[in-house]
């Protein structure tokens, strides 16, 4: 009867086991599973937002826009250049006028000025006005100028693609020692001649990645230049 009750009992026990083990399999699937199907779908909505943002970049500042902009700026500026021209004409003529006038006064006082030995007075020169400076236009004074022979390649800078690169280039800036000398007016100033996002030169620290890139490339000269210089010998001493 013992025997019997074994015999039994074996079986059982292995339909057990196998219960467990195959509802043990069955939650760590399911798990996985769970896992990651939401893993999937972080990268789909990551992946959507970075598409979001490449459209809208791609549509935000389209080209002929900007070279119409361009067009009015050439036309401001030739407009600004005329009437200085005009304004330089008119203060010539009065120099003309001061300066015959002044010479009509010599002739006619002349003995006068002879007898009594007085010096003739100076003509007084009007000062020219200063040109004033265009509220949109950077400051290459203080930031130098480049062009395309000294051109640094900007796209190692976070945030400035080969089409951003261009619309820099097609304002003056070429180099990171421009970019590095940006305070906050130039700042504002380039965002809005390239039609860029607001804020996005901050965020994406380009003032301090040009200063970076500078510091590699002094750092990068200094070690071709310690390989170029050859090395002296050593004197020994007697």
Known sequence: MQEGLDTISIPVAYIELFVLMFGSFLIGYLFA???HKKNAERKIDKANEEIKLLKREISHPPRNEYLDYRS???????????FDREEQEEIDALKLNLQNRA????????????EQKEPAPAAVEP????????????????????????KDDLQKIIGIGPYTEEKLNDIGIFTYRQISKFNDQDIELVTELIKFFPDRIKNDRWVQKAKDLMDDQQGQSREDTDEDEPSQPVMRKA
């Open 33 to 35: 599973w769970y896992y």
């Open 72 to 82: 009015s700026y050439k036309d401001q500026l030739k407009a600004q250049r005329e």
């Open 103 to 114: 010479f009509s006064e010599e002739v006619v006082t002349a003995p006068l000025r002879a």
């Open 127 to 150: 000062k020219e006005p200063e040109p004033e400076k265009d509220p949109k236009a950077l400051d290459f004074e203080r930031l130098g100028t480049a062009n395309f022979a000294h």
